[in-house]
Structures are given as C-alpha cells and as structure tokens.
C-alpha cells in the first residue's frame, strides 16, 4: 500500500484515542472535582456502560462482516458512528444544565455507542487491506502512529492549559472539545475517501459457528487474556493518574503534560518497535516491552513525593514500552482471524474485533469500576485528603497495574502464531480463495 493511502487511513485513529483516553482519565477526575460527583458512583456508572455496550458490540460485528453496499460493508457503518460521536462527546466534555449521574450516563453512553460504531468496523476494515505479515505490520503501525498522535494532540490542551494555572477543569474540557470534534470530522473525511474491497466475503457470516469456535481457538483466547489484562492495568493507572499527580504529587497541572510526554515517547517508539518484531516476533517484542513497562512503574511506586523530576522522567521513558503492546495487538488480532478463517472457510475479522473492542470496554469498565471505589474503601476521599489516603492512591495507581501487566508478558510470550507460522496460514488462505474463485 502507498503511504499516502497508509496515511489517510490512520487518520481516524488520530481522533478515537482523543476521545477514550480522556473519558477514562479526565471524566471521573473532572466529574468529580468541578461537578461535585462521588467517584464511587462515577465509577460504577461508567462500569455500567461498559457492560451494557458487551451485545451492542457483538451486534455491531455481525452486521458490519453481513453489510453489503456499494460503499462496501465498513464504511457505512463508520459514517453514522462519527455522526452519533460528535455532538455526544462536546455534551460530555462540556456540561450544561443540571449535571448529575444521569447526565454522565446519557451522553457518555451515547459517545460509547458512537464509538464502538465506528472502531469495530474501522478494526475490521485493518485486517480486510492486506493478509500478508509485514504489510500487516505496517498498516497496524500506521494506524497506532494515529491512535498515538491522537492522545499527544489531545493532551497538549490540558498541557497548554497548565500554563495558564488551569488543571482538568471546565476550562481545560471545553478546548479540549474545540479540538477533538473537528478532528473526529476531518479523521472520517480522511478516512472514508479510501474504496473498500467489495469482495472480502463471499458468504453471509454464520456467528452462532463463529462464536462457537471462537472459544475453541486457542490462539484467541491466549490473545483474549492479553489484552484483558493489558486494557485493565491501563483503565486503573488512567482513571487514577490526574488524582495521583494532584494529591500525592501535590501538583494539579503535571498529569497533562506527563500524559503528553509518554504518548510522545510512544509516538517515537512505535517505529523501532514494528522493526524489532520483524527480527523478534510481534509476540516477543510484545512481552519484553511489557515487562520492563511493569519494572519501571514498580520504580516510580517506590519514589517519594519530593522527587517530581524522577518521577516524571521514569513515567515518560516508560511510553517508550508501551508502543509495542499498543502498537502489535491489532496485527496479532489479524493473525488470529486468518487462522480462525483457515480452519472455517469463513472471512470474518468483525466478530474478532467485535469481541476485542469489547475485552478493551469491559476491562475499561471493571477497572474504572475497582479502581475508584477502591479508593473511597481504602480511605482516599478528595474532599478530605489524609496521609493514609495518599498512600492508598500510590498503590492503586501504580502498584496495582502493574500486576496484570507483568502477567500479560508472561500470557503473550507464549502466543503460537508466530510469523512463520503465519506465512504458512496466508499461502493456504490464498489456495483456498484461488479455488473458490474458479
């Protein structure tokens, strides 16, 4: 593929990420301090959504592989996603009217809805371009850079707005709505202008079989229990981070610009890390980044608060380490499609990403959902800081993530689909769609 087309694909990336990581990292602390929300409750609400959005998911995946048009089956769906997304994203950064949990549960769950309309198809689509290995590689690279370059636009408003003594507060949400909404108009644009090939699949997708044999795969679920544990030590550092820098670090204007720096590093990172898993495997590169991800925030777990600069040096080289895991899983997701369509004869990548974007929006939820109230448990309250509190906000925001992500390393270091292997799935893949053809 040309890396114009490369590019505008990753496009629509670029504004998704401005809209998940803010939501998990900026809404409960935002809700919470300027509109006067418990986070207990904050947390349960978003836990609630996620859960709800497991059928709508799997819904979504179905009809997006069944959709027939002469836009092709994705592109349709995208496009009434990013209609959906907009307006629900500016009403959740910028509240009016009488703001309490309903409101939250209202236009959060309707940008949920909106986003999973998009980035299910959108996922999908990734793996419908290309079948060989290292193209593969370079679209799911192409792709992260976007996901990255959406976080670090995205977090250079709260980093800008700290220079002018503001942290997450209304201020800070509303340019952070200016941005992200344009962008979400701009990435489909981008996006859509790319033709799809009407030709994927030849065959209504049978999910009941699909589903069915989704369990058996093991590939899957060792791919299944990665991400579950990566996403779920994301969701606890992000929904706890703004507090940690707030009230432990005692500084309200870091959490912007240290979220800035470790996307940047992941950013610079995600180059290097798509070449090494030309040599390593995109497993291996995977697991060694994650594990030196892990030691690095045990690192900053043992720092004191008088050390702001250490802290915030070891919490940016550690974006370095999460590029790979970002950066791989859609191309290892891919490769765990094409080995389910080899033994099924079926194209069916939307139920896989389907079910990925759910693990990613359950684990989302369940770590919202234990991290917050966790707090409140463990004696933490915003209104009423104590020195036991603090260190109940150390741990849970640090120490606690990095338990599942040491154990995704250990989970995805044994994944069995390695390149090699792969090749071997393409050239049958290949035979088998040669003979259906003739």
């Known amino acids: 593929m040309k890396t114009t087309k490369l590019i505008a694909f990753g496009a629509l990336a670029l504004p998704l990420a401005g809209v998940t990581m803010p939501i998990t990292a900026f809404i409960p602390a935002f809700y919470a301090g300027q509109m006067g929300l418990s986070l207990g409750t904050i947390g349960i609400a978003l836990m609630v959504l996620r859960a709800a959005d497991v059928f709508v998911d799997l819904g979504i995946g179905y009809f997006s592989d069944s959709t027939k048009t002469k836009y092709g089956r994705r592109r349709p769906w995208i496009a009434v996603g990013v209609v959906l997304l907009i307006p629900s994203v500016w009403m959740a950064y910028v509240p009016a009217g009488e703001v309490d949990i309903t409101y939250l549960l209202i236009w959060v769950g309707i940008a949920y809805l909106g986003w999973s309309l998009v980035n299910i198809p959108y996922s999908a689509w990734s793996a419908d371009l290309s079948s060989e290995p290292t193209e593969r590689r370079r679209i799911a690279g192409w792709r992260e850079v976007g996901h990255l370059a959406g976080m670090f636009t995205a977090l250079i408003v709260p980093f800008v707005a700290a220079f002018y003594g503001h942290g997450i507060d209304s201020v800070t949400m509303k340019w952070l709505a200016f941005v992200v909404c344009p962008m979400l108009a701009v990435g489909a644009f981008l996006t859509l202008s790319i033709r799809e090939k009407l030709d994927v699949q030849s ?24 991400s579950f544990l990566v996403y779920l030590s ?17 500084s309200p204007t ?23 898993s030309g040599r390593l495997g995109k497993h291996k590169t995977t697991a ?25 040096v070891l919490f940016v080289l550690s974006g370095v380490f999460a590029a790979a895991p970002l950066t791989l899983s859609p191309a290892l997701l891919a490769d765990v ?16 990403f389907a079910v990925w974007n759910t693990i990613q929006k359950a684990t989302s939820a369940i770590g919202v959902g234990i991290a917050l109230p966790m707090l409140g448990v463990l004696g933490f309250d915003p209104q009423n800081v104590t020195d036991d509190g603090l260190q109940a906000l150390r741990v849970v925001c640090l120490v606690v993530p990095a338990i599942p992500y040491v154990a995704a390393s250990v989970v995805i270091w044994y994944f069995p689909l390695t390149d090699r292997r792969q090749d071997i799935i393409r050239r049958r893949l290949l035979k088998m769609n040669a003979s259906s053809t003739t």
Do not use: C, H
């Open 203 to 226: 065959e209504k997708p049978n999910w009941s079989s699909g589903l069915k044999f989704m369990m058996a795969n093991k590939p899957f679920r060792q791919f299944f229990s990665f």
């Open 234 to 250: 994301a969701a606890v550092m992000q929904a706890t981070f703004v507090l940690y820098t707030t009230y432990y670090v005692a």
């Open 254 to 276: 870091l959490a912007g610009p240290l979220f800035l720096g470790y996307f940047a590093a992941a950013i610079v990172a995600t180059g290097p890390a798509v070449k090494i």
């Open 288 to 312: 060694i980044s994650a594990g030196v991800w892990t030691i690095l925030f045990l690192g900053i777990a043992a720092l004191p608060p008088e050390q702001p600069i250490l802290f915030g």
């Open 337 to 352: 499609s094409d080995y389910a369509a080899m033994k099924t004869g079926r194209q069916e990548a939307g139920q896989y």
